[in-house]
């Protein structure tokens, strides 16, 4: 398992990490999320010991990262954030140089290349130059590079940066299926794709760690603690006189309301309650309104993250 305790990193006057601790049980895809400049590349780079942390201890199946280096790289395959890669290298000759820098060699060293080409769907570009390659295709090298040594645990930062969706579908399923037999700790900004992938994630902010949980479960304890929210569509009424009439329905805690082109009224009602659907619907009879439609919205992990990190994607340092 991965246990990061208490870490802490500072440039000049940024502290980047402030004292974060968490743990990545064996075999677990964790997400890793955060705006920019919350310390995400940060962290990855002191749990792959190529930053030195200020403060903390990193253990790593077992391993003291910061007093064996060498033995937990040999645990540990990295992608960092924009993956080295050298553009007149062929992309054979790129994964073989991986394996020869991580002391493979002979016939293990082709195993692992053959393996290597076959996990991370590269018979097609394995006659080209990596400068020659796509971007998706360039970080499936970068994944096979990483994985060349069969580590048991995997840092990916960001790996679907700069993708298209068919691309990010594609390295989200390559993802998947490594973490069927490895531990995983992956960031990205990409909230639907921790939902489709990981089965904990972690929000980072300020250096500071603020939630660690079941992504599901973070949803509905965000949706119960800021309300469920409704989309209405209403025939036979006025916006300006609908917003009052749904704002005196029991439990509801904000509506906007606006008149469609076509006459009918849109409405978003937030509110708390279990039989908030009901209320609506019945003020809805007793109003005379025809509910053209009246549809529950369920919180997305991107409520949870603005809600956590105050909605800044910028970082404020
Ligand atoms: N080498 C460095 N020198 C100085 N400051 C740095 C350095 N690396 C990171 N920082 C600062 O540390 C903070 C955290 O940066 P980090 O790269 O870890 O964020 P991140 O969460 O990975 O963001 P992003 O989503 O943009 O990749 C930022 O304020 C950043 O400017
Ligand atoms: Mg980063």
């Avoid at 974060?20 to 310390?39: D, K, R, T």
């Avoid at 195993?111 to 499936?140: H, T």
């Avoid at 929210?229 to 005196?248: E, H």
């Amino acid at each position: 398992m991965i246990r990061v305790s208490q870490l802490r990193k500072t440039f000049g006057a940024t502290v980047a990490v402030d004292g974060i601790s968490f743990e990545v049980a064996e075999g677990e895809v964790v997400g890793f999320l955060g705006p920019n400049g919350a310390g995400k590349s940060t962290t990855m780079r002191m749990l792959t010991t190529y930053l030195d942390p200020d403060a903390g201890e990193i253990e790593i199946a077992g391993v003291d990262v910061l007093e064996r280096p060498i033995e937990a790289r040999r645990r540990l395959g990295y992608l960092p954030e924009s993956a080295p890669l050298y553009e007149e290298l062929g992309v054979l000759e790129t994964l073989r140089y991986a394996g020869r820098i991580r002391g493979l060699g002979g016939a293990r060293l082709r195993d692992r290349v053959d393996a290597m080409v076959d996990a991370c769907g590269l018979e097609k570009v394995v006659a080209k130059d990596v400068g020659e390659l796509s971007k998706g295709y360039r970080q499936r090298v970068g994944l096979a590079q990483t994985l060349i040594h069969d580590p048991d645990f995997l840092i990916l930062d960001e790996p679907t940066t700069g993708l298209d969706p068919n691309q990010i579908r594609e390295i989200r399923a390559l993802v998947r299926r490594i973490g069927e037999t490895k531990t995983i700790l992956l960031s990205t900004h990409i909230l639907p794709e921790v939902q489709a992938t990981c089965s904990r994630c972690l929000i980072i902010h300020d250096g500071k760690l603020v939630a660690d949980d079941d992504p599901n479960r973070l949803v509905d304890a965000t949706a119960s603690a800021t309300g469920q929210r409704f989309r209405l569509v209403i025939r036979g009424t006025t916006a300006a006189a609908a917003r009052p009439a749904l704002k005196r329905v029991p439990g509801v805690s904000d509506v906007e309301a606006d008149d469609l082109p076509d006459g009918a009224v849109a409405a978003a009602v937030t509110g708390a309650g279990d039989a908030l659907g009901e209320e609506l619907f019945r003020r809805a009879v007793k109003e005379d309104w025809v509910l053209a439609e009246l549809r529950p919205e369920r919180a997305s992990l991107e409520d949870v993250f603005r809600r956590l990190t105050h909605g800044d994607e910028e970082g404020d340092r």
